[in-house]
């Protein structure tokens, strides 16, 4: 079976990949497939977006799709950037440093520890039948130090609870065992085997 990963982030694609490495399926990208699709996240929630792109996915390429929306949320900031974590800095060009440095200019002066979770909703749409969604979430909290080389996004910042290591210092294969994405991932495996 082939599955398309919907996402062109080289470190989504990585960790879903390590995650289902297994004989029967046959994991492609978007440019695996040659295919340039651009889905608006109009959702209001995590799964609606996830949704949306599966859904949109699938029916361009026809094939099983696999996505995720995947968010931040900070409680001394009433939840943000939650659902608009990609999208936090107004720009299109933003880069992931320009994500967390206005992320720790906005926490500045709040008192600490800046709790946090990281959330995660993993998609799974198989052309004819409704989208399959699981949900999985991190928690910790939010350093004002940016940490380790590993990840993407905000988890140089993100000290995970009960590790004394920001999401950058696992490796891939610690990773796998305690993340948002990973947990959300896994919980699809028995409906990607069937």
Known sequence: MRLLIATTNPG??????????????????????????????????????????????????????????????????GGLPGIRSARFVNSAHASDHDRRTLLLKKLAGKPRPWKARFICVATLVIPGHSPISMEGECFGEIIPQERGEQGFGYDSLFLVAGTQKTMAELDLQEKNLISHRAKAVKALIPFIKQ
């Open 12 to 77: 989504k694609i990585t960790e879903i990949s390590s995650l289902l490495s297994y004989g029967s399926v046959e994991l492609v990208t978007p440019s695996d497939i040659g295919l340039h699709l651009d889905v608006d996240e109009t959702g209001s929630t995590y799964r609606e977006n996830a949704e949306i792109k599966a859904l949109a996915f699938s029916q361009a390429s026809n094939l099983p799709v696999l996505s995720d929306d995947t968010g931040l949320e900070v409680e001394a900031l």
